[in-house]
């Protein structure tokens, strides 16, 4: 009779174990799984400028640490960068990091140099396709530039992110500077790269666009 108590209790006891096993299961958070975020960029998100560490990206992976969400910032922008850079070196990213969401923060350089607008069209789609091929996740930040090509030019190329990113079913900032590019005490003496203090609100414009894309696998 003991010896059957005994083994009842041991049993119920294994259930409620296999019980809380189960629940914590379920009730992990949605970021438990680590993610690797690739930026390829230019100038923008490459801190031209600026000391290093004060750059969006930078923030962007103290702030995923102070969120407590699991994921590596692979930073892979270079200053002066276009689209047809950034299509040559995206293979090769890819391949070595394998990342979750990939960040495309280009077009500015191929705006500014009059660049045309199907190349550029052209080679975004290349680097989406070649992202979602290997199922990483795509973000594109949008940009918007002086109208020194005429406004026609100018807003061809800023419409240009949102055709993208709806034809290809990709996540959009529609424009990565919104609340920044209205005021010059916020750019450097070029006038076209933000000054530090800038930084943090480019982070806030990406960030409720790529926070979706970390609760979603492969």
């Given amino acids: 009779m003991l010896f059957t108590q005994l083994s009842g209790h041991v ?8 019980v809380l096993v189960m629940f914590a299961i379920t009730a992990s958070p949605a970021y438990s799984a680590s993610k690797t975020i690739l930026v390829l960029g230019d100038s923008l998100s490459a801190e031209y400028g600026l000391a290093r560490g004060k750059g969006w990206v ?11 969400i699991p994921a590596n910032v692979i930073n892979a922008s270079i200053s002066g960068d276009t689209t ?3 299509k040559a070196r995206l293979t ?35 680097m989406i396709d070649m992202a979602q091929a290997q199922h990483s996740k795509v973000l594109l930040a949008g940009m918007r530039i002086p109208p020194n090509y005429g406004p026609d030019y100018s807003e061809r190329f800023f419409s240009l992110y949102e055709k993208l990113a709806k034809t290809n079913k990709t ?35 990406v960030w409720p666009h790529l926070l979706p894309l970390l609760n979603k696998s492969k």
């Fill in 92 to 126: 090769s990213l890819l391949e070595r990091h394998h990342p979750d969401v990939v960040i495309i923060e280009l077009g500015g350089n191929d705006a500014l140099r009059g660049l045309p607008l199907k190349a550029s069209e052209g080679n975004f789609k290349a």
């Fill in 11 to 18: 049993s119920r006891l294994l259930k409620q174990a296999l």
């Fill in 58 to 68: 930078a923030l962007l992976e103290q702030r995923l640490q102070q969120k407590k």
């Fill in 84 to 86: 047809s850079g950034g």
């Fill in 171 to 205: 996540a959009l900032v529609p424009f990565l500077l919104e609340g920044i590019a209205e005021k010059e005490n916020l750019f450097q003496a070029d006038r076209i790269h933000p000054i530090a203090e800038a930084h943090p609100t480019i982070l806030d414009n």
